[in-house]
């Protein structure tokens, strides 16, 4: 994490104050004042329309604060990935750290950039004179092709205008966005409010004049952009599917550097794999591209979507069969060869549970409940109605709290979700598998992807006699007394002279093993191992 050192010589008429401090709470720390005062100070300072905006693109559910990380981390990510990209962040200090953490923790290699601010600055106006000298240090064309600057909770609230910052600074491109936790419910759509607005900068410049093309060069045939990221190999899987209809892969948005936006914005079609960026799809519906829902996931699933693509690139009928009829089989082969056998319960916050319930269902398991943290849109009809029709009940915008009901109720072979919702199962001997590291991390498409699933699947499965010796071994233990949390003044213990006999020889505790020698005993041949 770097902070930036902006000149102490800002000038003073370039911007009005923003108003309404009192409302943050006048030290700086404004995020703790909860989502509805922080929301009321937005609008106060003139950021209403930048609400609105993001009432729109992302409605929120039943929970009124994010229940996953801190959204902003979604479009920090993207900006991370991106090549020649710096990322700037303006928020509360525990904020910018906890982001950074966490950046650093899936594995980002490149600092974050940090526009420190307190009361003073806040009040006065002097924190977007702050941004816009670090925006002017930052800028190197020589490093940079675009600068992000993100609004966390509390400069959104008060009015910091990032709108008002230069759109390019000595030729290096500079991206203003708000991300506020109390304006954007997941941190998986703050994803689509980067790579939309820099859709959006890059459709304005191809429609001046030439742009940077692909590194390879452009594609002969007409290419079909990937929306939402994915496994490495599912935008190969999904190439090779498409070539027997004429067309090629385009890029995967969010991309890793900025000339791919133009060729991603240079597609014949939008296969919004992950329906939920819907700010990014209105930017490519701008463009005149059609946008097709769904995924070629299972038997079903890619059937529908070779058909779609098709119709929408406009591919003869028979281009369409011959693609379906050399991959069909395929998936069903390798669907057939591993079959899975079970009752599971899924959800997440990636926006493709309802991808992963369908190749579940199609490979054999038995899924009554999927919840997602993302809404429902138009392009995720698809999967919604085909999930419906088997019996499955399906929660858009689910809460945490609907999520561990439907593992309560359903008492199924597995679960898979977020962390709390893996705890939850766990701790009454259910397998579950977190879904963000163990089932996104595999592909999904097409036939790499029909029998993807099974071996992790059914190795959890299997290990439901594992989790109730687990269980009851450590009966008891984080619980009550144990928990180390007590609710009332403990209670001196009798004397132990008086009330309870010597133990007998060889233990401490009336012949019964020790929690240390009944672990020993339970590892193969009774041996300590580090």
């Known amino acids: 994490m770097q902070s930036a050192h902006p000149s ?34 937005a609008e106060a300072a003139g950021n209403s329309d930048v609400l ?66 307190d009361s003073e600055t806040l009040v006065t106006g002097k924190v977007f004179e702050d941004v816009r000298a670090a925006v002017e240090q930052l800028a190197d064309p020589d490093k940079y092709d675009a600068v992000v600057v993100m609004n966390l909770c509390v400069p959104t609230a008060s009015g910091v205008p990032l709108r008002l910052l230069p759109k390019t600074q000595n030729g290096v491109r500079i ?66 599917m498409l ?26 079609a939008v296969a919004a794999i992950h329906p939920y960026y819907t700010a990014s799809i209105r930017e490519f519906q701008q463009a005149g591209r059609a946008v097709v829902g769904s995924a070629p996931v299972g038997y079903d699933g890619t059937a529908a979507w070779l058909a779609a693509i098709g119709k929408a690139c406009q591919i003869a009928e028979d281009k369409i069969a011959a693609a379906s009829n050399a991959f069909l089989p395929a998936i ?69 709290e609907q999520d561990k009901a439907a593992v309560d109720a359903v008492k199924p072979d597995l679960a898979i979700g977020t962390t709390p919702v893996v705890q939850h199962a766990k701790e009454q001997s259910i397998p579950a598998l977190y879904f963000t590291n163990l089932i996104s991390a595999r592909p999904l498409m097409g036939p790499a992807g029909a029998g993807s699933l099974a071996q992790v699947v059914n190795a959890a499965l299997a290990n439901q006699a594992r989790f109730e010796r687990m269980t009851a071994f450590f009966a008891g233990v984080g619980e009550g007394d144990t928990a180390g949390v007590w609710d009332r003044q403990p209670r001196p213990r009798p004397s132990a002279t008086a009330h309870q006999p010597a133990p007998p020889s060889g233990g401490k505790s009336g012949g019964k093993p020790t929690n240390a020698s009944a672990r020993k005993a339970a590892r193969p041949g009774g041996q300590d191992r580090c």
């Open 52 to 117: 609105e905006r993001l009432a729109t693109d992302y409605p929120t559910g039943p929970h009124d604060q994010p229940q996953t990380m801190c959204p902003a981390f979604g479009s920090l990510r993207v900006g991370l990935r991106m090549r020649r990209t710096a990322s700037v962040l303006c928020g509360s200090a525990c904020c910018v750290y906890g982001l950074s953490f966490t950046s650093h923790f899936y594995g980002a290699r490149r600092s974050v950039g940090y526009v420190p601010f």
């Open 243 to 268: 070539a027997p209809l004429g067309l090629a892969i385009g890029p995967v948005v969010p991309t890793r550097e900025w000339r791919e936006l133009y060729a991603a914005l240079d597609c014949a």
């Open 332 to 400: 069903q082969g390798a669907m057939a060869k591993a079959p899975i056998d079970g009752t599971i319960v899924v959800s997440g916050y990636e926006g493709s549970e309802l991808l992963v319930a369908r190749l579940l269902i199609e490979s054999g398991a038995r899924v009554p409940y999927v919840g997602t943290a993302t809404p429902r849109t138009p392009w995720s009809e698809a999967d919604r109605d085909w999930l419906e029709a088997k019996g499955v009940r399906v929660q858009f915008r689910a809460t945490l």
């Open 175 to 240: 991206i203003g966005i708000d991300v506020p936790g109390f304006g954007v419910p997941t941190h998986a759509e703050a994803k689509d409010v980067l790579a939309s607005a820099m859709l959006r900068y890059a459709r304005g410049e191809a429609e001046q004049g030439p742009v940077q093309a692909p590194r390879g060069g452009r594609s002969e045939r007409p290419t079909v952009t990937l929306l939402g990221e994915m496994f490495p190999a599912d935008p190969v899987g999904i190439g090779a």
């Open 8 to 41: 102490d010589n800002p000038e003073p008429d370039s911007i009005s104050a923003p108003s309404d401090d009192a409302a943050l709470g006048g030290d700086g720390h404004g995020c703790h004042a909860g989502a509805d005062e922080l929301r009321r100070a």
